[in-house]
C-alpha cells in the first residue's frame, strides 16, 4: 500500500461510513448528484445480502466495493460488483485486488460461484487488472448502459461497457490470482486499441468515439461467433483483447 501507511479493509455498517463512500464518489469520478449512487443503496445492500467494504488510512476511507446479489436464469444466484472505487494516490498500490479478493472470499463463503461487473473497454489499465490479474471473462458488450454522464473519466461518450464474468472456483480464477501457470485457449481473434485512448478521449473525442464505435462492432461480431475474451496484452503502442473458445472448468 502507499508508503509507511497501513490499510484497513472492512465491512461497512453505518450511515455515517456510507455517506463517506457517497463522498468519495464525487472525488473518484467527478459525478454530480444526479450520477451518484445515493446512501440509500449502500443501505439495501447491506440489508438483503450484498457487501460494501470500505478501505481506510488511518481515519480516512480511501477505497470502497459494493455488490449486490443477483439471479440468473434458473434461479441461479451471482453477485453483481457495481462500483469499485481508489483514489488516485492509492492506485497501483495492490488495494484493488486486495477489494476484490475479499469480495471473492465473502462469495465463496453464501456458495456463489460468479461475480459479475462491468468495465469500460476504453480503460486499458482496468482491463488488463480484470482479465490478467483477476482472471474474468468476458461474452457481452453492452452499448451506452448507462447513458452519458457527468463524469470527466467518461470524456462525454457513450457508455458502452464489457461485462466481466468471475469464474471464482474456477482452475482459471485459482490460477491467475495464485500467479501460477495454466492452460490457455488458443487464441482465434484480436481487438487493439491504441494505449493514449485515455488521452484522445479528452483532445479528440470524434476519433475516440469512432474507435469505441469501431470496438463495439468487433466485440458484437465475436461474441455472436461464440468467442469470449480470454487474455490481454499490452504494449507501448496498444492494449490488445485476446478472444478465443471458453468453456468453464
Not at 187 to 203: D, F, G, Q, T, Y
Amino acid at each position: 500500500m502507499r508508503g509507511a501507511v497501513a490499510i484497513e479493509i472492512r465491512q461497512l455498517e453505518t450511515r455515517d461510513e456510507f455517506a463517506a463512500a457517497v463522498k468519495l464518489q464525487r472525488e473518484i469520478w467527478g459525478f454530480e448528484d444526479v450520477d451518484l449512487l445515493p446512501l440509500r443503496l449502500f443501505v439495501v445492500a447491506s440489508k438483503i445480502g450484498g457487501q460494501v467494504l470500505g478501505a481506510y488510512a488511518g481515519s480516512r476511507m480511501v477505497a470502497f466495493c459494493l455488490c449486490i446479489p443477483g439471479l440468473k436464469a434458473g434461479a441461479k444466484p451471482y453477485f453483481h460488483s457495481h462500483m469499485l472505487g481508489v483514489l488516485p494516490e492509492y492506485r497501483n498500490s495492490g488495494l484493488g485486488k486486495a477489494l476484490k479478493l475479499k469480495q471473492r472470499q465473502y462469495a465463496l463463503s453464501t456458495g456463489v460461484d460468479l461475480i459479475e461487473w462491468t468495465f469500460d473497454p476504453l480503460e486499458l489499465k482496468n482491463a488488463f487488472f480484470n482479465i490478467e490479474r483477476l482472471g474474468a471473462i468476458v461474452r457481452r458488450y453492452v452499448h451506452n448502459q448507462y447513458g452519458r454522464t457527468t463524469s470527466h473519466l467518461h470524456g462525454g461518450l457513450p457508455t458502452d461497457r464489457l461485462v466481466a464474468e468471475w469464474w471464482i472456483r474456477s482452475k482459471r480464477v485459482e490460477a491467475t490470482i495464485e500467479g501460477l501457470p495454466w492452460e490457455r485457449p488458443e487464441v482465434e481473434a484480436r481487438i487493439s486499441l491504441p494505449a493514449n485512448i485515455a488521452e484522445l478521449r479528452v483532445k479528440e473525442h470524434k476519433r475516440a468515439r469512432e474507435i469505441q464505435s469501431k470496438a463495439g462492432e468487433q466485440f458484437d461480431k465475436y461474441f455472436q461467433e461464440g468467442l469470449a475474451v480470454i487474455g490481454f496484452e499490452k504494449s507501448t503502442e496498444s492494449g490488445t483483447y485476446l478472444l478465443g473458445t471458453w468453456e468453464l472448468k
